[in-house]
């Protein structure tokens, strides 16, 4: 078999394997259940305005046409996610050939980059890692277009994605911290910095995301505050634990031997056709360590979330495709050993990421796991919260027109969709603070129209008969809801009604 064939054969492989990563990704966009934080979203873009106390607002923009064209479901709501994946695979393609010039370095990008679990479980999830995803991969195309091209044009398109991945999510600003780096330490990147073109993409960033600074100053700068002491916060626990939380969390999110291939392959770049010194290199090794490094100094002090350096695995992903060119085609002959080894680990990544999703597959190959809470858990039995309050509601004769109180903003959000309607919902007052908060303090709730409250408990123990939420009174419960989840944890959603007022002695 002549090199040309292999390579062909080796592509369709990719092809095939990639196709059944989007099948299985698109089974699970039809058969989970909305995550609280995507009905938050929701309700979000059910309520426009110029940022929210979490995030900046891109994300709500992006759902609010799907759900106003195909209603107000999961599946409609999940669009941005979809379309940002399949997107961004072609960009990863795009972008590989653009820098590489080899089909099959394209190809395994591809690969590498749909084979990570984090993007695997963003194909359901829609989050306001979607729009940094997908404007991430634009803002660096078209610098790196702009750069070995000389082009302005290029620049201003830059700039615009830039802008609107900072309206999708805070930590975008490494794009800008990434770019200006690359420029600095490349010599074609300096000869850059002396042009209009990067100074006029910075401008047109900022311009874009001015209404969420405006939106910040005119409350008291509250989302920047809580992102910042959300992501430095002292903790007690031990930095060496802290940082080893981190660092654990990038090998689930990418899987062990990805990570460690991408740190290889980051060190030497000239070993995969990449010029010493050149933009490229810089742009692609610096993308990919600036997040990892920023984040992980700060996981000393602090419990660090595993999406948070989500932006490295972009240009990581460039890095590890032409590394494993080299590494498949070292004399430009196929490995076929390594070939193997790279379709299981694409394999292992699939099955690894849908036994977290379904995790009821393994009991029909007689595998039965323990028990484990994981974010998918969130999803089980709100059909049946929402047939509860159903019942609850119509029983009551103000229910058509109260409000339900959630016992976070989360449980509220879910509520909302529950109900199809975002203003039926508010959060406890003993909820931790989130844009629910600024809205009730804007427009308080009247206790008098609250007629229903529901709270979830991960175990009995802390099952109550009553709560007292301050200002709204005493509430009873009148209903509870036991549900056995399909990864064998148990979850109870008690319902809660307000007392009648005693009233005061004559």
């Given at each position: 078999m002549n090199q040309s064939t292999a390579s062909r054969q080796f592509s369709l492989w990719i092809a095939f394997l990639v196709a059944i990563g989007l099948l299985a990704n698109s089974y699970a966009w039809f058969n989970i259940g909305a995550l609280p934080d995507e009905a938050y979203y929701w309700v979000w873009s059910q309520r426009m305005q110029w940022s929210y106390f979490d995030h900046p607002p891109l994300i709500a923009c992006l759902i609010r046409p799907f759900t106003e064209l195909f209603g107000n479901n999961i599946a409609a709501i999940r669009i941005p996610a979809v379309v940002t994946w399949l997107v961004s695979c072609w960009l990863a393609w795009l972008f590989a050939w653009r820098i590489y010039r080899q089909q099959r370095v394209a190809a395994l990008a591809v690969l590498v980059w749909s084979s990570l679990p984090i993007v695997q479980a963003g194909f359901h999830v829609v989050t306001p890692d979607i729009p940094l995803i997908l404007f991430a991969w634009l803002s660096y195309y078209f610098c790196w277009r702009a750069v070995?091209?000389?082009?302005?044009?290029?620049?201003?398109?830059?700039?615009?994605?830039?802008?609107?991945?900072?309206?999708?999510?805070?930590?975008?600003?490494?794009?800008?911290?990434?770019?200006?780096?690359?420029?600095?330490?490349?010599?074609?990147?300096?000869?850059?910095?002396?042009?209009?073109?990067?100074?006029?993409?910075?401008?047109?960033?900022?311009?874009?995301?001015?209404?969420?600074?405006?939106?910040?100053?005119?409350?008291?700068?509250?989302?920047?505050?809580?992102?910042?002491?959300?992501?430095?916060?002292?903790?007690?626990?031990?930095p060496w634990r802290l940082f080893s939380l981190f660092l654990g969390g990038q090998l689930g999110v990418v899987l062990p031997w990805t990570f460690v291939a991408m740190v290889y392959a980051s060190l030497r770049t000239s070993r995969w056709g990449l010029p010493a010194g050149s933009f490229s290199v810089h742009l692609l090794v610096t993308g990919f360590w600036l997040p990892l490094l920023l984040f992980g100094v700060a996981g000393l002090s602090a419990e660090a979330e595993a999406n948070w350096p989500l932006l490295a695995y972009l240009p990581g992903s460039l890095l590890l495709a032409g590394a494993l060119n080299r590494w498949l085609y070292p004399d430009g002959k196929q490995r076929n050993g390594l070939v193997a080894i790279v379709i299981a680990a694409y394999l292992v990544s699939l099955l690894l990421v849908n036994t977290i999703r379904f995790p009821w597959w393994l009991e029909y190959a007689g595998v039965q796991l323990p028990p484990q809470r994981t974010q998918i858990s969130q999803t089980y039995g709100w059909p049946e919260v929402g047939q509860e309050v159903e019942r609850l509601l119509a029983a009551n004769p103000q229910g058509h027109r109260c409000k339900v109180v959630g016992a976070s903003h989360q449980e509220a959000a879910m509520l909302a969709l529950l109900l199809g309607n975002a203003g039926r919902a508010v959060a406890s007052p003993h909820a931790r603070i989130s844009q629910y908060t600024l809205w009730q303090q804007e427009t308080p709730p009247d206790p008098g129209r609250l007629c229903l409250y529901v709270e979830q408990f991960d175990r009995p123990g802390r099952i109550r008969d009553e709560v007292v939420l301050d200002g709204w009174g005493k509430w009873r419960r009148v209903s509870l809801l036991k549900l056995d989840n399909p990864d064998l944890t148990t979850r109870w959603f008690g319902f809660f009604v307000p007392e009648p007022e005693t009233p005061a002695p004559s």
């Amino acid at each position: 078999m002549n090199q040309s064939t292999a390579s062909r054969q080796f592509s369709l492989w990719i092809a095939f394997l990639v196709a059944i990563g989007l099948l299985a990704n698109s089974y699970a966009w039809f058969n989970i259940g909305a995550l609280p934080d995507e009905a938050y979203y929701w309700v979000w873009s059910q309520r426009m305005q110029w940022s929210y106390f979490d995030h900046p607002p891109l994300i709500a923009c992006l759902i609010r046409p799907f759900t106003e064209l195909f209603g107000n479901n999961i599946a409609a709501i999940r669009i941005p996610a979809v379309v940002t994946w399949l997107v961004s695979c072609w960009l990863a393609w795009l972008f590989a050939w653009r820098i590489y010039r080899q089909q099959r370095v394209a190809a395994l990008a591809v690969l590498v980059w749909s084979s990570l679990p984090i993007v695997q479980a963003g194909f359901h999830v829609v989050t306001p890692d979607i729009p940094l995803i997908l404007f991430a991969w634009l803002s660096y195309y078209f610098c790196w277009r702009a750069v070995t091209s000389r082009s302005t044009r290029c620049w201003l398109l830059a700039g615009i994605c830039a802008g609107l991945a900072l309206l999708g999510k805070y930590p975008a600003i490494l794009l800008l911290g990434t770019v200006f780096i690359a420029l600095l330490f490349s010599s074609e990147g300096r000869r850059e910095l002396f042009s209009r073109g990067p100074w006029l993409a910075a401008a047109v960033a900022a311009l874009l995301f001015f209404p969420v600074v405006l939106w910040n100053y005119q409350h008291d700068w509250i989302s920047f505050a809580f992102q910042f002491g959300h992501g430095v916060q002292q903790q007690i626990t031990a930095p060496w634990r802290l940082f080893s939380l981190f660092l654990g969390g990038q090998l689930g999110v990418v899987l062990p031997w990805t990570f460690v291939a991408m740190v290889y392959a980051s060190l030497r770049t000239s070993r995969w056709g990449l010029p010493a010194g050149s933009f490229s290199v810089h742009l692609l090794v610096t993308g990919f360590w600036l997040p990892l490094l920023l984040f992980g100094v700060a996981g000393l002090s602090a419990e660090a979330e595993a999406n948070w350096p989500l932006l490295a695995y972009l240009p990581g992903s460039l890095l590890l495709a032409g590394a494993l060119n080299r590494w498949l085609y070292p004399d430009g002959k196929q490995r076929n050993g390594l070939v193997a080894i790279v379709i299981a680990a694409y394999l292992v990544s699939l099955l690894l990421v849908n036994t977290i999703r379904f995790p009821w597959w393994l009991e029909y190959a007689g595998v039965q796991l323990p028990p484990q809470r994981t974010q998918i858990s969130q999803t089980y039995g709100w059909p049946e919260v929402g047939q509860e309050v159903e019942r609850l509601l119509a029983a009551n004769p103000q229910g058509h027109r109260c409000k339900v109180v959630g016992a976070s903003h989360q449980e509220a959000a879910m509520l909302a969709l529950l109900l199809g309607n975002a203003g039926r919902a508010v959060a406890s007052p003993h909820a931790r603070i989130s844009q629910y908060t600024l809205w009730q303090q804007e427009t308080p709730p009247d206790p008098g129209r609250l007629c229903l409250y529901v709270e979830q408990f991960d175990r009995p123990g802390r099952i109550r008969d009553e709560v007292v939420l301050d200002g709204w009174g005493k509430w009873r419960r009148v209903s509870l809801l036991k549900l056995d989840n399909p990864d064998l944890t148990t979850r109870w959603f008690g319902f809660f009604v307000p007392e009648p007022e005693t009233p005061a002695p004559s």
